[in-house]
């Protein structure tokens, strides 16, 4: 059977770090190399994953600190496997998580991509599921670069794909600090056939950090992103709409000015 390279990047997170490594170890597909990728933490995760004992873990540790992005991009360089999945320092995948998704994958030759929802814990303790059941099941599988291009459904963790996806869709951009999971998502969701499974198979906490902390990034991501596939925006008929969805967010931020001229100067560089 096909085996699976899981790409964990962390960063200063050894506090949390074990129960996200414990949640792989102990999947009932036990085929797989786990890379954690250090990003250059400054904290004792080297010794916190080499108490993992397991001849499964491999530890790279970055020479510096650069980014989500730039981890997960070693980590898929490093990747032995023709399956790629994601896990994050501070997320839980259930039991059957990569049983059940390697088991669709190989039953679905056609598909690129798979992925599930996932259980949001809040800092209320009380939980969400994401993407919600008001999505309709059309915009979350098969050809779903459409919609995509309004919103991402997908969670990170939460994905299995083909490494022959990134032949057309390149790596992660490493120059977006918000937002490069849509990103390169929407990329793979341009050529490749997606499919969803309904149950929700990864717990997320909703402790890392937000938009809200990263609000130029966010920006830059989304104008960068309007901007790379205006074709397909006009192509689809929702270039206006999206383009004033977010002038409209940036003007209730009070930073309509600002956001007016990244957007024109993205879109001059197409």
Same mark, same amino acid.
């Given at each position: ?75 898929? @360089?490093? !990747?032995?496997?023709?399956?790629? $999945? &994601? /896990? ?22 056609e598909t690129g991509l798979l992925y599930c929802p ?38 990170t963790p939460c994905v299995l794909f083909r490494r ?22 929407? @990329?793979? !969701?341009?050529?490749?056939?997606? $499919? &969803? /499974? ?73």
């Amino acid at each position: 059977m096909d085996k699976v390279s899981i790409i964990i990047p962390t960063y200063n997170r050894a506090n949390v770090l074990p129960a996200s490594i414990q949640s792989v170890l102990q999947q009932t597909d036990a085929d797989f190399e786990l890379l954690v990728i250090d990003d250059g933490s400054d904290d004792n995760t080297d010794t916190v994953v080499e108490s993992m004992n397991d001849a499964r873990i491999r530890y790279l540790k970055m020479p510096a600190n650069k980014g989500v992005a730039a981890a997960r991009n070693e980590g898929i @360089r490093q !990747a032995k496997y023709d399956y790629i $999945a &994601f /896990q994050d320092s501070d997320d839980y995948w259930m039991p059957d998580k990569l049983e059940k998704q390697m088991t669709f994958m190989t039953q679905n030759p056609e598909t690129g991509l798979l992925y599930c929802p996932y259980v949001c814990q809040k800092a209320d303790g009380t939980t969400i599921l994401v993407p919600g059941s008001n999505i309709p099941l059309s915009e979350k599988q098969g050809h779903i670069y459409p919609y995509m291009l309004q919103r991402n459904t997908i969670g990170t963790p939460c994905v299995l794909f083909r490494r022959k996806c990134l032949e057309n869709a390149g790596l992660f951009n490493e120059s977006l600090t918000c937002l490069e999971d849509w990103d390169f998502f929407l @990329r793979i !969701a341009r050529d490749h056939e997606t $499919a &969803f /499974q309904e149950e929700p198979l990864v717990r997320v906490n909703l402790s890392k950090d937000g938009v809200s902390h990263n609000i130029s990034g966010y920006y830059e991501a989304r104008c960068f992103m309007l901007a790379t596939h205006k074709d397909a925006f006009l192509q689809y008929g929702i270039f206006h709409d999206v383009t004033k969805e977010i002038l409209e967010s940036a003007e209730k931020l009070g930073i309509l000015t600002q956001i007016s001229a990244m957007m024109q100067y993205f879109l001059q560089q197409v």
